[in-house]
């Protein structure tokens, strides 16, 4: 279909998920600032995948406390007359419960919530894995600095276990043929 491939996850690149769950985030604080205060601290936490976003973040947290229209005027001033509007009419934002019918803010709690929820998963998840990346990295050069083996760079430039060369001359001996042959 065209609307599928022209949507924003088949057209984009990076971390698309993200942004979106950003956009739903920003549309409903916008829309229900008074959620602001019971979210304040996981927003102050949130990692912003893009600086639109980053700079809309520090916008809701100077002025979300002031009521809706305090915190869209601020916001059109710094980001542009249509932020506000283009930001909720996104397909994916327009679709949520939340936004569609305004003044449920029992759904708009809830879907904040999984969003931020979703979202520090998301960070706690690349956190782990960094830290796991890390480790093995760390625990292989550790590997390598414990070796005592004693090595020889061959003819070829790879280094050679100078026992393991040991042992392959004496076996090439055992069996009568001339030391350092390739068998």
């Given amino acids: 279909r065209a609307t599928t491939r022209s949507s924003m996850l088949a ?23 008074d959620l602001f205060a019971e979210f304040e601290a996981q927003l102050e936490d949130m990692t912003c995948s ?19 229209e305090t915190l869209e005027y601020h916001i059109e001033q710094t980001l542009g007359p249509q932020t506000v509007e283009s930001l909720c009419a996104r397909p994916h934002v ?19 919530s999984e969003e931020l929820t979703k979202l520090a998963a998301a960070d706690e998840t690349v956190t782990y894995r960094l830290s796991e ?12 600095q414990e070796d005592q083996a004693e090595y020889e760079i ?27 042959s390739k068998a």
């Fill in 94 to 112: 327009a679709l949520i419960p939340a936004i569609r019918r305004a003044g449920d803010e029992g759904m708009a709690r809830q879907t904040l």
């Fill in 133 to 144: 990346a890390t480790s093995a990295q760390h625990q292989a050069v550790r590997s390598l």
């Fill in 50 to 68: 893009t600086p639109d976003h980053l700079a809309l973040r520090e916008l809701v947290l100077r002025y979300a406390g002031l009521g809706q």
């Fill in 11 to 33: 057209a984009a690149q990076g971390d698309v998920e993200t942004e979106l769950r950003e956009a739903v985030i920003f549309a409903i604080l916008l829309r229900y600032p």
């Fill in 154 to 180: 061959g003819p070829n430039g790879a280094a050679v276990s100078r026992a393991e060369k040991d042992d392959w001359n004496r076996l090439l001996e055992n069996i009568g043929l001339p030391k350092g």
